[in-house]
């Protein structure tokens, strides 16, 4: 069966980085498009980027642009969030995704808390 898990949340100061990974395992990692998402409580799921198969395509949610960049690595099934000169609104829980967009199956997610 898919299985996701994220890793590399943790607490950072406002400008500082992270990065996020995700090992996938259960289907065929190379073929599918994958995603990061995140939800903070009381909210629902927002769809933070997304890429292509073989990284041809990306997708950035506006609020991200130009200090997120996910990328893969197909031969090691895993996907990657790097996120540089974070925010405090940028805090919450980060899942990866299968899939393109909020569809498909996700991990249990990592806690990224942005503060000082």
């Known amino acids: 069966q898919v299985q996701l898990v994220e890793s590399g949340g943790g607490l950072a100061q406002p400008g500082g980085s992270l990065r996020l990974s995700c090992a996938a395992s259960?289907?065929?990692?190379?073929?599918?498009?994958m995603s990061w998402a995140r939800q903070v409580p009381g909210k629902g799921l927002e769809w933070v980027s997304g890429i292509y198969p073989d990284g041809s395509l990306t997708y950035y949610l506006d609020s991200v642009k130009g200090r997120f960049t996910i990328s893969r690595d197909n031969a090691k099934n895993t996907l990657y969030l790097q996120m540089n000169s974070l925010k405090p609104e940028d805090t919450a829980l980060y899942f990866c995704g299968k899939g393109w967009g909020l569809r498909g199956s996700w991990g249990q997610g990592t806690q990224v808390t942005v503060s000082s």
């Open positions: 259960g289907f065929t990692f190379s073929g599918y498009a």
